[in-house]
């Protein structure tokens, strides 16, 4: 069993940053792909950002690419998302999640594919 707290959200001017944190326990953390996923209001949740259990692969949506970065510290449990240049549509709130496969090998996008989720931060970009 995983459990994920997030952290860092707030509200920020356009053109400024972020960094969420997503702090998690259970043992299967550093074995699992993570990802972030974003829900603004009245619209479904997506993608944002994934990373391999071994930080060897990432994959990002076409929206944040070049602007968000993820990476993890298995030493720490924690997986993170540095977000730049952002914009008032990147406004949501943002979720972490934990793949519901050990070792897959590669990163994998649908919410469908994740099994643990965090409560959620809220992001809110001003124009």
């Known amino acids: 069993q995983v459990q994920l707290v997030e952290s860092g959200g707030g509200l920020v001017q356009a053109g400024g940053s972020l960094r969420l944190s997503c702090a998690a326990s259970g043992r299967t953390f550093s074995s699992v792909a993570m990802a972030w996923f974003r829900q603004a209001p009245g619209k479904e949740r997506v993608f944002v950002a994934a990373v391999s259990w071994r930080s060897d692969k990432t994959d990002y949506a076409d929206s944040v690419k070049g602007r968000f970065t993820i990476s993890r510290d298995n030493a720490k449990n924690t997986v993170y998302l540095q977000m730049n240049s952002l914009k008032p549509e990147d406004t949501a709130v943002y979720y972490c999640?934990?793949?519901?496969?050990?070792?897959?090998?590669?990163?994998?996008?649908?919410?469908?594919?994740?099994?643990?989720w965090g409560q959620g931060t809220q992001v809110t970009v001003s124009s």
């Open positions: 999640a934990a793949d519901r496969m050990i070792t897959r090998s590669r990163v994998v996008v649908a919410a469908s594919e994740y099994n643990y």
